[in-house]
């Protein structure tokens, strides 16, 4: 129970997510069944922790100049630049196969945040950060166990 503990926590971090959590259930003997469907589900929960964070931070963030400065003349400007995309089918698609891919800092937390900065409608967000965390979880899963080779 402890080891199966380990895995959630590693998974939910920010830094491993499930990328992390599933080798190491592997390697300490856990049931790939029970290793994926866990670091899956904890992965899942950074979505709307992550989304919580940032509506209730950064309104509050705002009040600050050197915050608000930051925010507008860097942060609003490369918004602008990618804007053309928001709202086209291509961010979906876009979403879904960033997280997917099973890379340190391409995850259910990074998406999240790439999502609600470019004011991606939730509904789609979670669909698409949610079904490429599967998608990780099973890819991460397979080459856990040695079935394919990511490199």
Do not use: Q
């Not at 199966?4 to 830094?15: A, E, F, Q």
């Not at 050197?66 to 709202?87: L, V």
Request: proline share 4%; charged share 15%.
């Amino acid at each position: 129970m402890l080891n199966l503990l380990k895995v959630i926590i590693l998974s939910i971090l920010p830094v491993s997510e499930l990328r992390g959590g599933i080798p190491l259930g592997m390697v300490l003997g856990l049931s790939p069944t029970i290793v994926f469907v866990a670091a899956t589900l904890s992965n899942l929960l950074a979505i709307p922790i992550a989304y919580f964070f940032l509506d209730n931070i950064h309104s509050r963030l705002l009040r600050y100049g050197k915050y608000r400065r930051f925010f507008d003349n860097y942060i609003h400007k490369k918004r602008e630049r990618i804007e053309s995309k928001i709202g086209t089918s291509a961010e979906f698609f876009a979403l879904l196969i960033f997280v997917a891919v099973p890379l340190p800092g391409t995850g259910a937390w990074t998406g999240s945040i790439l999502a609600w900065f470019f004011n991606v409608k939730r509904k789609k967000a979670y669909f698409a950060i949610s079904l490429g965390v599967i998608i990780a979880g099973i890819i991460v899963t397979l080459a856990s166990l040695g079935l394919i080779a990511l490199f």
